[in-house]
Nanobody, 128 residues
Framework: QFKLVESGGGLVQPGGSLRLSCTAEGDTLDYYMIGWFRQAPGKAREGVSCISMSGRGTNYASAVTGRFTISRDNAKNTVYLQMNSLEPGDTAVYHC?????????????????????WGQGTQVTVSS
């Protein structure tokens, strides 16, 4: 059974950094486009970033552009989200998701409906 597992969340002060990881069980991530989404308390889930199967295509929400970087290491079956200059507004549960088809590029909107599999999420809290 294909399963996504996120890790790396935690409590960090404003301006700090965290690196989230998304790994897979039951299949390799090579065959999937991967997205990161987040949901803050009382708010709808929103797209953060995505990366294409090859890793050559990426996209970022405007709120995180310049601060977050997505990457993938297919040899380790892992996708990373490096988050720098964290702000209290980044506090949320972060989920990774996998899409067997689809396209990730700078001009393609991040859409939850494109993704077939979802992880349980990891909590990120930015607070002093």
């Amino acid at each position: 059974q294909f399963k996504l597992v996120e890790s790396g969340g935690g409590l960090v002060q404003p301006g700090g950094s965290l690196r989230l990881s998304c790994t897979a069980e039951g299949d390799t991530l090579d065959y999937y486009m991967i997205g990161w989404f987040r949901q803050a308390p009382g708010k709808a889930r929103e797209g953060v970033s995505c990366i294409s199967m090859s890793g050559r295509g990426t996209n970022y929400a405007s709120a995180v552009t310049g601060r977050f970087t997505i990457s993938r290491d297919n040899a380790k079956n892992t996708v990373y989200l490096q988050m720098n200059s964290l702000e209290p507004g980044d506090t949320a549960v972060y989920h990774c998701a996998a899409a067997a088809t689809g396209y990730c590029a700078a001009y393609v909107p991040l859409r939850q409906d494109d993704y077939d599999y979802w992880g349980q999420g990891t909590q990120v809290t930015v607070s002093s």
